[in-house]
C-alpha cells in the first residue's frame, strides 16, 4: 500500500511526512520527524511519555494516527524552551529537582504547560488530578506537583506586575 | 569527615543531566538509531510450562526481508551438570535459559525464538511462521501449588531429601536459642502473610542498539543498571570476549533493580551478527510484564515472644518467596533485613527459595526486604496493642544500637535507627488529630547497603575546568552528587564540573548501580581521585615557586603558601596551573579504582495515616512521613527524591498492584490500566524527615539512601487501615475488592 502524505505543523514548523495508515503520531515524531523527547511507555494511553497538544488540547501521541495530524498544530517537549531559553516550568522542574530518571518528564511538562494554559491558578488536587493521566515511578510525584504549582504562582506574579 | 559547613554538599544544585531532561534532549535507549538498522522481535511460549521437542524456523527464514533467526542452539549453553557459573548473584545457567529457553518453557512469555528482519511488521509475521512444537505440561505458579505433593516440577534435577522439589534453597539467619526465648516469653503472636508479585514498574521498556562489525567488534547502546553487566554477560551468552564488545550505556528511564539482568542484549548481538546489519530491538509493555521483573510473591509466618514490659526475647520468620522459572528469590533480603532493627536474644529467621511458572524475578528495590518487614512489622503493631504500649515505645525499647549483634552477622557500629524512632515520635505528624475512619500506623525498615568495585577519573581540562567519568548509570541523581562533592573538595564553582558515565571501554569496571551503592562507592573513588589531582597541582605550585609541595596547600580552587613563612606568593588557580600543565610535566588527572568497603546499612522509620471509604472499599493515603537516617545528604532534594518515591511504590505494592493470572496461568493484567501503579491523584505530599548519622567508614559519611525507603511502607500502611478499621489485613495488596469483602463479611456472618 502506497503511504500517505501529511502536511502539518510541528513546534511551529510547517513539515511533510509520509506515513502507513496504521502509525501513531508517536511513530511519526519519533521516527521519520526525530523528535524522539516523546516516550513511548506503554502505547496505550495509559503513562503520559508521549503526552503533545494538538491545536491546543492535551492527547496521548500514541492514541493519534499520523495522519490525523493533516492540518493541524502539533506541540511537543521539542518546542518547549524558546531560542535556548527555557519555559518556566522547565526551569521549575530543574530547581525543585522534581525528575530522576528523566522517561517522564517531557510528558509531564507538556501535560503541566496545558494545564496552566487553561488554569492559571490550580490548586493542589486540581494539579493531582490534571497529572493522573502522566505515571511517574521515581518520585512519588511530590515535588512535580510543587513544581508546578510554583511555577504557575511566579507566572501569575509576572503577569501581575506587567500590568500598567 | 562530615564537614558540616560545606559549599556545595548539601545544596539543591540543579543536576547536571537536567537540562537534556526537561528539554527532551536526553537519548534513552531507545532513542537512537543507526544507518541500515533493521528490528528484531522474540518468540514468547504462549505456554506456562512446556517441553519443546522442537522448532521450525524455515517458512520464517524464507520470509522476504527477514535477515536472521536464533533460537537457543545459537545461545552459549551453560550446562546444568557443571555447576554454577556466578556474574554477581546471577548464576548463567539460569540467565542462558532464561533469555532464552532452551528444553523447556517455564512461563507464558518465555523466549523461545527471535527474529531480524527490515521492518518490526515483518519480524512480528516471521515470528508467527515460526513451529513450536510443544508438549504442554502441568503448571505451578502459587507458592502453595509448587509446594503440595504432586506439585508439577520445573527442575527435574533438582532433590530435596531424594525426592524432586522445587524448594531450590533454603537458608537461614540465626542467634541464640528460640526455643530457650519463646519459654521465657510471656507473650507471644503468631501470623501468617501473603504478598503478590509486583513489578518494578519502570516506564522505560528495556531496549537496545546493538551494532557487531565484520571482524566480530560490537557496540551496544542499552539502558541498564551496569554497562559492564550487559558487557560480561552478552559476552557470555555469544562468545564475543569483552575486549571486542563496547557497552554504552544510555540514560535510564528507571530500573528499581529490575535492569540488573540482561533480556535483549544477547539476542539483539547474535541476531546482529547473523545478519550483519545493526538490530533495535524494543520490548512492548506487554512484555515487559510478561517477561520480565517482577518480584516475589511470598507466603510469611511470623512468631515473636515478649515480656509484659515489652522486651522482645525471641523471634522466628519463616519467608518463602516465589522465584519463578529459574532458581535466585530475595530470601536473603528477607531473612537478612526483617528482624535487623531490634536487639533481640534468640532469632531464627529462614527464607525459602522456590520455583513457579512465572517469570524470573528481578531485584526490585531493597530485594525481599519489605516483604519480610511487612509481617513483621504488622506482628510487632499487633504485640505493641496487646501491650497497650505505644509502637514507637515498643521499637524503642527493643532498638538495636551500636554494639548490637544483628541475627545476619554484623555487629552494628554507629548507627541512627533509635534517632529515626525519635524523630517519628517528636515529628507534628505523629501527634495531630485524626478523624472518622481514618487511623495511622508506623512502621520501621533494614537495608544492608552495599560497597563493591567502582572506578573514576577525574581530568582537568586545558581550561581549568574538571571533567569526572565514573562507571555507573545514573538513576537517581547520582551525577548531582558526584559533581557537589568533587566541586567542594577542589574547591570550585559546581558549574565548573562536568560528570559523566563512561562506557565499558572508556572507564575501568564499576558494578551495577544498585543495593544503594553508586554514591558511596563513587564518591569514595572520586574522592580519592581527586586527592590525587590535589597532590599534582600543589606539586606544580611548588615547582613554580620553587618552594617544597608540603609548604603548598590546596584552597578555594587555588594553590597557596600554607604560611607566609612558606613565602609571599600569588595564588595559582586551577586555570592557571592548567595553562602551564605541559610544560609543566603534563596533563593533569588521576584515576582510581577500588573494590570499596564500609558500607553500611541504614534505617528508616515511617508514619502514614489513611481513609477509608468503606462504602467503595477504597484506602487513600492521606498523610505520609518518611524518617531515615541516611548518613550525608549530598544532595538533599535527590535524597528526599529516593524517600518519596520509594514510599509511592510500597503504597502501591500495599493497596493496589499485583500480577493477576487467568486460567490458563497467564497474567491478566500486563499494562498500566490494570496493573495499576499510584498515579498523583492517588498521593499525598510525602514528608521526609532527614536523619544524618555519618557514616564513619565513608569520606563524606555517605550511606545508601535508595533502598530503605519501601521497606516499611506496606506495613506502615497495613497498620494504619488496622488502626481506623479495628481490623487487620494479613494478605496484600488492600485493595478495594479486598476490603469490600472483608469489611462486608462480620454482616453475612450476622445475616446467617
Redesign the interface.
Known amino acids: 500500500m502506497a503511504k500517505l502524505h501529511v502536511s502539518t505543523i510541528v513546534n511551529g514548523e510547517p513539515m511533510e511526512f509520509l506515513c502507513e495508515p496504521y502509525e501513531t503520531m508517536l511513530d511519526a515524531l519519533r521516527g521519520q520527524l526525530g523528535l524522539t523527547g516523546s516516550k513511548e511507555g506503554c502505547s496505550s494511553g495509559d503513562c503520559g511519555a508521549c503526552s503533545i497538544t494538538v491545536d491546543g488540547r492535551l492527547v496521548c501521541s500514541c492514541l493519534m494516527l499520523a495522519v490525523e495530524a493533516e492540518g493541524h498544530e502539533i506541540r511537543t517537549i521539542e518546542g518547549m524552551a524558546k531560542g535556548g531559553r527555557l519555559h518556566p516550568l522547565q526551569q521549575k522542574f530543574l530547581e525543585h529537582a522534581a525528575l530522576q530518571c528523566g522517561i517522564c518528564t517531557s510528558g509531564m511538562l507538556v501535560a503541566s504547560e496545558a494545564l496552566l494554559a487553561r488554569n492559571s491558578n490550580p490548586t493542589e488536587e486540581e494539579v493531582r488530578f490534571w497529572l493522573a493521566g502522566n505515571l511517574c515511578r521515581c518520585t512519588g510525584y511530590d515535588k512535580i506537583v510543587r513544581a508546578v504549582m510554583e511555577t504557575a504562582a511566579e507566572m501569575r506574579q509576572v503577569i501581575l506586575e506587567a500590568r500598567p | 569527615m562530615n564537614v558540616v559547613d560545606n559549599k556545595w554538599i548539601g545544596q539543591?544544585t540543579?543536576?547536571p543531566?537536567?537540562?537534556?531532561?526537561?528539554?527532551?534532549?536526553?537519548?534513552?535507549a531507545?532513542?537512537t538509531t543507526m544507518p541500515g538498522m533493521i528490528w528484531g522481535k522474540v518468540l514468547r511460549s504462549p505456554h506456562p510450562h512446556a517441553r519443546i521437542r522442537s522448532i521450525n524456523t524455515a517458512k520464517a527464514e524464507a520470509l522476504p526481508g527477514v535477515k536472521a533467526v536464533v533460537t537457543s542452539r545459537d545461545v552459549v549453553d551453560f550446562t546444568i551438570e557443571k555447576g554454577a557459573v556466578m556474574l554477581g548473584i546471577q548464576d548463567m545457567r539460569w540467565m542462558c535459559r532464561n533469555v532464552m529457553a532452551r528444553d523447556k518453557a517455564l512461563f507464558p512469555g518465555h523466549p523461545v525464538a527471535a527474529v531480524a528482519a527490515t521492518t518490526e511488521a515483518i519480524a512480528a509475521e516471521a515470528c508467527r511462521l515460526i513451529e513450536v512444537d510443544y508438549e504442554v505440561l502441568p503448571w505451578a505458579i502459587e507458592i502453595d501449588d509448587a509446594l503440595k505433593d504432586g506439585a508439577p516440577i520445573l527442575h527435574e534435577w533438582h532433590k530435596v531429601d531424594g525426592k524432586p522439589s522445587n524448594i531450590m534453597a533454603r537458608i537461614e539467619s540465626k542467634k541464640g536459642d528460640i526455643a530457650q526465648g519463646f519459654k521465657d516469653a510471656e507473650i507471644v503472636i503468631e501470623r501468617s502473610f501473603t504478598t503478590r508479585p509486583v513489578h518494578?514498574?519502570?516506564?522505560?521498556?528495556h531496549a537496545c542498539l546493538i551494532s557487531v562489525a565484520a571482524d566480530g567488534k560490537t557496540t551496544i547502546w542499552s539502558s541498564s543498571q551496569g554497562q559492564f553487566m550487559v558487557r560480561a554477560m552478552t559476552s557470555m551468552l555469544t562468545g564475543i570476549p569483552q575486549s571486542d564488545i563496547r557497552a554504552i550505556p544510555a540514560?535510564?528511564?528507571?530500573?528499581?533493580g529490575g535492569k540488573t539482568i540482561v533480556y535483549l542484549e544477547p539476542l539483539a548481538t547474535l541476531l546482529a551478527r547473523k545478519s550483519g546489519r545493526p538490530v533495535k530491538m524494543?520490548m512492548?509493555?506487554e512484555e515487559v510484564m510478561r517477561a520480565t521483573g517482577p518480584t516475589s510473591g511470598s507466603k510469611s509466618t511470623v512468631r515473636i515472644g515478649a515480656k509484659k514490659d515489652g522486651t522482645i526475647v525471641a523471634a522466628h520468620g519463616a519467608f518463602y518467596l516465589q522465584a519463578g522459572a529459574f532458581p535466585g528469590s530475595p530470601i536473603r533480603g528477607a531473612v537478612g533485613c526483617s528482624f535487623a532493627p531490634y536487639d533481640i536474644p534468640h532469632v531464627l529467621s529462614e527464607g525459602f527459595d522456590v520455583c513457579c511458572n512465572r517469570s524470573k524475578v528481578a531485584a526490585y528495590r531493597a530485594p525481599g526486604a519489605p516483604i519480610g518487614a511487612y509481617a513483621v512489622e504488622c506482628v510487632l503493631d499487633e504485640l505493641a496493642e496487646r501491650l497497650k504500649m505505644d509502637p514507637l515505645e515498643l521499637r524503642l525499647k527493643n532498638a538495636a544500637r551500636q554494639g548490637t549483634k544483628a541475627a545476619h552477622g554484623p555487629v552494628f557500629p554507629r548507627i541512627g535507627y533509635i534517632e529515626t524512632l525519635e524523630v517519628a515520635k517528636n515529628h507534628p505528624h505523629y501527634s495531630a488529630p485524626l478523624g472518622k475512619l481514618q487511623g495511622r500506623g508506623v512502621a520501621s525498615g533494614f537495608w544492608f547497603n552495599a560497597g563493591g568495585e567502582s572506578s573514576a577519573q577525574v581530568n582537568i581540562t586545558e581550561d581549568g575546568n574538571v571533567v569526572v567519568t565514573t562507571g555507573h548509570p545514573d538513576?537517581?541523581?547520582s551525577r548531582a552528587g558526584i559533581a557537589n562533592i568533587c566541586a567542594e573538595l577542589l574547591g570550585i564553582d559546581y558549574n565548573r564540573v562536568s560528570v559523566i558515565i563512561g562506557d565499558t571501554q572508556t572507564v575501568g569496571f564499576s558494578n551495577l548501580t544498585g543495593g544503594s551503592r553508586v554514591l558511596f562507592a563513587s564518591s569514595m573513588v572520586v574522592t580519592q581521585a581527586a586527592d590525587k589531582v590535589i597532590a599534582t597541582l600543589r606539586e606544580r605550585a611548588a615547582k613554580v615557586w620553587e618552594i617544597d609541595p608540603e609548604a603548598v596547600k590546596w584552597e578555594n580552587g587555588a594553590a597557596h603558601p600554607v604560611s607566609p613563612n612558606a613565602g609571599e606568593f600569588k595564588p595559582l588557580t586551577l586555570a592557571d596551573l592548567a595553562e602551564k600543565a605541559p610544560s609543566q610535566g603534563g596533563p593533569i588527572g588521576a584515576s582510581v579504582q577500588l573494590n570499596t568497603q564500609g558500607a553500611e546499612g541504614g534505617f528508616g522509620t515511617h508514619i502514614c495515616d489513611v481513609e477509608v471509604d468503606v462504602e467503595l472499599g477504597i484506602v487513600r493515603v492521606i498523610r505520609y512521613t518518611a524518617v531515615q537516617d541516611v548518613g550525608r545528604a549530598v544532595?538533599p532534594?535527590?535524597v528526599?527524591?529516593q524517600l518519596?518515591?520509594?514510599?509511592?511504590?510500597g503504597i502501591g505494592w500495599a493497596l493496589n498492584e499485583e500480577y493477576i493470572y487467568n486460567k490458563d496461568g497467564k497474567v491478566d493484567n500486563p499494562?498500566?490500566?490494570d496493573y495499576r501503579?499510584?498515579?498523583?491523584?492517588?498521593?499525598p505530599?510525602?514528608d521526609c524527615a532527614l536523619v544524618e548519622v555519618p557514616n564513619p567508614k565513608h569520606p563524606q559519611g555517605v550511606k545508601g539512601v535508595g533502598e530503605v525507603p519501601l521497606v516499611p511502607v506496606m506495613a506502615a500502611v497495613a497498620n494504619a487501615v488496622h488502626n481506623a478499621l479495628g481490623h487487620r489485613f494479613y494478605s496484600l495488596p488492600m485493595s478495594p475488592p479486598k476490603v469490600s469483602a472483608e469489611l462486608d463479611a462480620p454482616v453475612q456472618q450476622a445475616a446467617e
Open positions: 539543591r540543579i543536576r543531566d537536567g537540562v537534556d531532561k526537561v528539554t527532551g534532549r536526553a537519548a534513552f531507545a532513542d518494578q514498574g519502570y516506564i522505560e521498556p540514560e535510564i528511564g528507571g530500573g528499581f524494543v512492548t509493555r538513576i537517581g541523581g544532595h532534594s535527590y528526599e527524591g518519596q518515591g520509594g514510599v509511592a511504590q499494562g498500566f490500566l501503579m499510584p498515579v498523583c491523584s492517588d498521593l505530599m510525602i
